[in-house]
Structure formats: C-alpha cells, structure tokens
C-alpha cells in the first residue's frame, strides 16, 4: 500500500475535486504512484484532509481516463496495460508531441532554452545519484516546459493524459543504464530547440520515447510471464 505522507498537501475546500483531481494528476505524473502500489480514497482524503466524495469523483475520472484501476477491493493503483495497446500509445505519443514541439521550437526564447538547460543539470544530478524517483520528476518537467511552449492549451491536455497513462511505467527506467540514455537524447533535443532544427529535435524525441519504451514493453513481458 502507498504511503502517501510527504506527498500530498491538505487542500482548500473550493472546487475540491477538481484540485484532487489536478493532485492526483500531479502525483501521477512525477512518479509518486509506481506499478504494484495502490491507495484508497480514505487514504487520499486523510492525506488531502477532504471528506471521500470529491475524491471518489477525482479518481472516477482517472480511470476513465484509463490512468487508474481497482487493483483488490477498494484498493486503486496502475492499470497493467495491453502489450498492443502500450505500443499505440507509443506511436501516437510520437505523432502529437512532435507537433508540440515544432509549435514550441517556433515559439522558443531565451528564456525557455535556460530553464531546460537548469533541467538537463537537474537530470544528470539524478543520474549520478541514480535517484529514479527525481530523474522521473524532472523528465516530467522537461517534457512539459517543451509542451507548454506551444501554446496550446488544447494538445498540453492531449498529452497529459497520454502521460498519465505511461509515466508510472518510468519507474522501469532504471534497468539497462536508461536514464543516461534518455539524458542524451534529451541534450541532443535541446541543443535542437536552441539551434531552431525542428527536424534534428523530433528525431531526438522519438529516439528518446522508442528507448524508453524498448525497457518499459520489455518489463510488462516479463510482468505478464511471471508465474502468479
């Protein structure tokens, strides 16, 4: 069972299920629920310091977004996806963040160029310190610092939930060197964002998201062999 203390904050009472919701997002996304874990919505509310009907409305919505299942009774955790379906997701997620991309490279700035510069310092800290739970943070916020430069609300919504449903499995990252792997395709992806070579930087995001997915897809087959 998940401990969620250290990881949630008590909320206010205004539009409580929507900042569980957003909460729960958060949580998901930066690597705060891994496969095998599971939470209850007493567990959140007593976290959140909520009463359990926003909290069953905010985890309703997750899984129907396919991000969140009942594992056991009333515990929710990570659904087990379908090997083919992991793959499609793949393959779409390639398609939509690479137009995210161009709309960002088209918009890009000083700016934004040095936060994914202080970004790619804070990922190779978490490499050297073989901290998984911080490399997938700061991946998370890599990725999205690119999204949002975009300029669109509509396909940042798009993707989050494409990353809802594959951001626990980052947690798989660890085997086979893949955090220094996804550094490299990552400082290849910046230093063609500040280049302004939108073919060079969607190369080097899909070579980022077919490496990550070579050692997730190859997790679940070992996942779904496993005896039990």
Known sequence: MANLAGRARPLRKET???QV???LCELILEGGLAPGESVTVASIAEAFNVSPMPV???LTRLMEAGALTV???RSIGVPTPDPAAFEDLKNVRIEVESTALRWAIANRDAAFEARLAALLEEMDKAEQNRDLKAHIRTNYEFHFTIYRQSGSALLLEIIEN???R???YFHALRERGNLRVSNTHHRLLHKAICEGDA???TEALAQDILAAYDTM???LLKAKAAPG
Do not use: H
């Open 16 to 18: 409580l299920q929507n």
């Open 21 to 23: 919701y957003r909460e």
């Open 56 to 58: 069953r409305e905010a």
């Open 71 to 73: 594992i056991s009774g």
């Open 217 to 219: 897809a190859e997790t």
């Open 162 to 164: 494409f990353w809802l």
């Open 199 to 201: 073919t060079g930087a």
């Open 166 to 168: 594959v951001g626990p």
